[in-house]
């Protein structure tokens, strides 16, 4: 699963992370639907913004949801999910950008793929996505050719770039690619109205991630001599900040001049979560929900006011009291944790459920629910600065310009 929009649960409430759910299960079942089981490993957390946006600006009714049955990925479980054109056309798109990043691969040599059979192998995958992503493209107005022209002007572009030239013309073919696709979203839902502001909105989300995936590769590329965009032009970390900075306020002011019917999750998704993943790529962000051995805001593994802290009256102190044991569980063997943790794997528990741990027996959160905010504990129940967001809006602090 790739993708820079990765929302916190924590952040988004029930009913949002519901909704936010059915659109990324929607995606998975109309790649199953129209191009086969295999296509599903393309399903990534940016692809389904395209149906989002197509849903948010149409009257919800109950054809645009179907529950689905049990699923793996779901710990087994039922849920709604998202189906019609929205979800068919992220399909097509989520098809052709993963054609281009399988073809990037190849040409870095990545890994496995610079083995020659296994490279040739790949390049035969990513063909075949291009033209299953063109069919339904195709069938639903939107024609792909222009996001494969993006993606073939990446390499040229790319190989005459260096020091002094600017960002942004590395990530144009980037830009112009998810301009077309937000804006065919306003194509679907009869509101030709929508087309300009969303592909503004579009070109800046790809700047953003591409810009976003630069930095999160730069120490890798770099270590590997792998091409990366902000050394080659020797853009600077405090100018890459800049301009991500830059992409999520235009987008937030891309986003008013559209007309929307819901745009709650649209709201939540393009305008916090966007600043999300840029303080978590610049890691200038830490989850207060996620275990540590530091008391929030202290540095000190003991928070303030403990009584079992070193010093006078701490256990490091004459006649201070010891800390209490924790309680003791059963612990697993090994044979019995492992047969345990198989089949917690097999039913995908371990990664959208709540478990209990195969050897500590401690209850344990699965990697979808691990969130990566940062202020969690101090979210509000709803936007003062914005009626956009509705009751289940969390934000870092009401920091919205919107």
């Known amino acids: 699963m790739f993708g ?12 949002l992370k519901t909704e936010w759910m059915a659109h990324l299960c929607g995606l998975c079942l109309a790649l199953r639907a129209d191009h086969g089981q295999f296509a599903r490993i393309v399903t990534n ?7 989002v946006l197509t849903e948010a600006q149409t009257q919800r009714t109950p054809a645009q949801r179907r529950t689905a049955g049990p699923c793996p990925l779901r710990a087994m479980r039922t849920a709604p999910v998202a189906r019609g054109e929205g979800a068919r056309l992220a399909a097509a798109v989520s098809l052709v950008l993963a054609s281009a990043k399988v073809r990037d691969h190849v040409a870095d040599r990545d890994g496995v793929l610079a083995r020659r059979p296994v490279a040739a192998a790949a390049r035969r995958v990513a063909a075949g996505w291009d ?3 063109a069919r339904s493209g195709a069938a639903l ?24 030239t600017s960002l942004l013309t590395v990530t144009e073919p980037t830009e112009t690619a998810t301009a077309e696709a937000f804006a065919h979203t306003a194509v679907l839902a009869g509101r ?5 502001p969303l592909a503004e909105a579009g070109r800046l989300f790809g700047r953003l991630a591409h810009l976003l995936d630069a930095v999160e ?40 001049d559209a007309d929307f019917v819901d745009d709650k999750l649209v709201h939540v998704l393009l305008a916090h979560e966007l600043r999300n993943s840029v303080d978590r790529s610049f890691g200038t962000t830490t989850c207060s929900h996620q275990p540590g051995p530091y008391a929030p ?8 006011g403990n009584p079992y802290a070193p010093g006078p009256g701490g256990p490091g102190g004459p006649g201070g009291p010891l800390p209490p044991e ?14 345990v943790w198989a089949g917690l794997a097999c039913t995908c528990q371990m990664c959208c459920g709540t478990f209990e741990d195969p050897w500590s027996r401690e209850r344990r959160e699965g990697l979808c629910n691990q969130c990566d905010c940062s202020n969690c504990g101090d979210c509000c129940s709803c936007c003062d600065c914005c009626s956009n967001c509705g009751d289940s809006c969390c934000c870092d602090g009401c920091g919205c310009d919107c």
């Open 45 to 51: 957390y940016d692809g389904l913004i395209v149906s």
């Open 217 to 256: 590769d730069k120490e890798a590329d770099d270590a590997s001599g792998a091409w990366n965009p902000l050394t080659a032009t020797g853009t600077s970390h405090a100018e890459a900040r800049r301009l991500a900075d830059d992409a999520v306020h235009g987008i937030r002011l891309a986003l008013r």
């Open 326 to 339: 924790p309680p003791r569980r059963d612990r697993r063997g090994l044979i019995a944790g492992c047969l």
């Open 4 to 15: 820079i929009v990765r929302p916190c649960s924590h952040r988004l409430g029930d009913a």
């Open 192 to 196: 030709p109205q929508n087309k300009e």
């Open 131 to 133: 033209r299953a992503g």
């Open 141 to 164: 107005g939107f024609d792909t050719a222009v996001l494969v022209d993006a993606v073939d002007r990446q390499t040229g572009i790319e190989a005459l770039a260096g020091p002094g």
């Open 297 to 304: 805001g202290t540095g000190s593994p003991y928070g303030p």
